[in-house]
């Protein structure tokens, strides 16, 4: 019970400060934290299934575009808060469909399948475009205030942050656990481990698919390169591995620490940038494997047995 009221005392204040930040937030501030936002959510959906399961999935840009192209297709003829579900569940559909004969593969065979389900789905769209629409790449217009997608996005994320914790402290996140510990054992035990893996894939793609029905009317262009560009799906891997896989805060201090990073030397040091950016990870997962979380954590505990 302390531990549920010392919770309550942390997260309250936070919520209290992000709802009230539009209020008082200058512009570029608020587009900043549209972008922590977006990736924090990307990252957190990956672990729900990737961080849980031990699979390493990099069907992100598939998800994320399949949600993009919701939009695309859908705005202005209906309301944007239904695009963003039907974005979702279109994902979700999505996933649980190719989830089912892809998920019996394991290893880095999954892996390879998951990178080239990407580009798979990206080929589809260009032929939808050029083959339907007859023209590539769509002009969004009369996309709505910042203001508008800070909000979307910021209850997008504590959905996904909400789901995550949940699904980890129940009986699914404990047959997760014992998938990613040792598949052929939790088999033996009596998990039906096809079916759970298939629902935290079809989780993990609802929220990438609410994410990415968002953000395309803040890009405003869209084309298939852009919706299923792979570099999404390796830099919200990364950003989840950075922050800690086991939990979701850890996520979203890799995608606020690695968006800051690029914000703060991507403009100063263009050139520079990938190499500052490459030796920062290889530091940090030299001195911390397990993620940021972890190592607060050991700081947090050594400080305690110090006292």
Same mark, same amino acid.
């Given at each position: ?122 080929? #589809?769209?260009?032929? %939808? ?6 023209? +590539?790449?769509? *002009? $969004? /217009?009369?996309?709505? =205030? ?120 991507? #403009?100063?040091?263009? %050139? ?6 490459? +030796?920062?990870? *290889? $530091? /940090?997962?030299?001195? =911390? ?19």
């Amino acid at each position: 019970m302390i531990s549920k009221a010392r919770a309550l005392a942390i997260w309250v204040p936070i919520l209290v400060v992000l709802l009230t930040l539009p209020l008082y937030t200058p512009g570029y501030y608020i587009s900043l934290l549209i972008t922590i936002l977006m990736w924090a959510t990307l990252a957190v959906s990956w672990i729900i299934f990737s961080g849980y399961t031990g699979y390493i999935s990099l069907a992100t840009a598939a998800f994320f575009g399949i949600g993009t192209y919701i939009t695309v297709i859908f705005w202005p003829a209906l309301p944007f808060p239904l695009i963003i579900i039907l974005g979702g569940l279109a994902s979700m559909v999505f996933a649980l469909l190719i989830g089912f004969p892809c998920l019996r593969i394991k290893g880095p065979y999954f892996i390879i399948l998951t990178l080239g389900l990407s580009e798979l789905v990206k080929h #589809v769209f260009e032929i %939808y475009e050029v083959r339907v629409r007859r023209a +590539v790449g769509t *002009i $969004l /217009l009369d996309a709505p =205030s910042s203001e508008v997608f800070y909000y979307s996005l910021l209850v997008i994320v504590i959905m996904a942050a909400a789901t995550a914790y949940f699904v980890k402290n129940s009986k699914f996140g404990l047959a997760l656990f014992s998938i990613k510990g040792n598949e052929e054992a939790a088999e033996a035990m009596g998990v039906d481990t096809t079916r759970y893996k298939l629902l935290a894939f079809g989780l993990s793609g609802l929220f990438m698919g609410f994410t990415g029905a968002v953000i395309a009317l803040r890009w405003t262009y869209i084309d298939p390169n852009i919706a299923f560009n792979p570099l999404l799906t390796f830099q919200v891997t990364i950003m989840a591995i950075l922050g800690g896989v086991e939990d979701f805060r850890g996520p979203i201090i890799g995608a606020a620490v690695l968006t800051l990073i690029s914000e703060a030397f991507g #403009v100063e040091f263009p %050139y520079h940038f990938m190499i500052i950016l490459g +030796v920062t990870l *290889i $530091l /940090l997962m030299k001195f =911390s494997p397990n993620g940021l979380l972890d190592a607060i954590g050991k700081i947090r505990l050594s400080r305690r047995q110090t006292l």
